[in-house]
Nanobody, 123 residues
Framework: QVQLVESGGGLVQAGDSLRLSCAAS????????MGWFRQAPGKERESVAT????????YYADSVKGRFTISRDNAKNTVYLQMNSLKPEDTAVYYC????????????????WGQGTQVTVSS
């Protein structure tokens, strides 16, 4: 089992940037995929960005391509989500998750979840 703790959410204005961090413990961090997902009120949880165990392969939702960047530091057991040019439609609770295996892009591919951090973007 993996324990995940997210940080970095907050209230920003449209066009601003935020960086989310997620610290992991409990399993060998470099052996599994990591991902960021989000859920807005009344909507299903959706994939935002994922990164495979070696950081060689990444996945981005079309809605965030070119604005968000996922990265991981296996030495620090931490995954990051740099969010630039934020839009009001990016408002959601953002969740960090650990993959069941070395790669995944869908919520079903991930088995351990953090508690989430709120990101609110005002217009």
């Amino acid at each position: 089992q993996v324990q995940l703790v997210e940080s970095g959410g907050g209230l920003v204005q449209a066009g601003d940037s935020l960086r989310l961090s997620c610290a992991a413990s409990g399993r060998t961090f470099s052996s599994y995929a990591m991902g960021w997902f989000r859920q807005a009120p009344g909507k299903e949880r959706e994939s935002v960005a994922t990164i495979e165990w070696s950081a060689y392969i990444t996945y981005y939702a079309d809605s965030v391509k070119g604005r968000f960047t996922i990265s991981r530091d296996n030495a620090k057991n931490t995954v990051y989500l740099q969010m630039n040019s934020l839009k009001p439609e990016d408002t959601a609770v953002y969740y960090c998750a650990a993959g069941k295996g070395g790669y995944g892009s869908r919520p079903a591919d991930f088995g351990s979840w953090g508690q989430g951090t709120q990101v609110t973007v005002s217009s």
